[in-house]
């Protein structure tokens, strides 16, 4: 059990977890594998920038109540990260939380830190609301 509210196949094949998600924020978790790592034997980038992706858009997610509108999922916009450190240990986590929403877009930031609660990399981003099918 992923913890979505919504099924996208590339998370559920990667094995992120959403631990909570209200008011804003949200928190996610991943248990790293070695298909998960790079040449150096270290989460890629592209996991890292997965997790912080989808924590962001889990955060946006969950203002979508304040539009009135359950129906409402997010596709990103933009996305800037900046990696920081290798994580240490077989488990991450990312907290993420909406810095600002109006009608159209949210605007979220999120963190990753490793099983030591070293800060492994960073993220903002912009999302759309768009209606679900």
Avoid: W
Avoid at 83 to 103: D, E, H, K, L, N
Wanted: hydrophobic share 40%; glycine share 10%; aromatic share 6%.
């Amino acid at each position: 059990m992923t913890g979505f509210p919504v099924v996208v196949p590339f998370v559920d094949h990667l094995g992120a977890r959403l631990l909570s998600c209200a008011d804003g924020s949200a928190h996610t978790q991943l248990d790293l594998a070695p298909h998960h790592c790079n040449s150096f034997g270290v989460a890629h980038g592209g996991v890292l920038m997965t997790l912080l992706d989808v924590t962001m858009a889990m955060a946006g997610r969950s203002r979508t109540h304040h539009a009135g509108d359950e129906q409402m999922g997010l596709v990103t916009i933009e996305m800037k990260t900046t990696f920081m450190q290798p994580a240490q240990g077989a488990r991450i986590a990312s907290q993420g939380r909406c810095v600002f929403r109006t009608r159209t877009m949210a605007f979220c930031e999120a963190e990753i830190v490793d099983e030591g609660g070293r800060t492994v990399a960073r993220a903002s981003g912009t999302f759309k609301y768009v209606r679900q099918r």
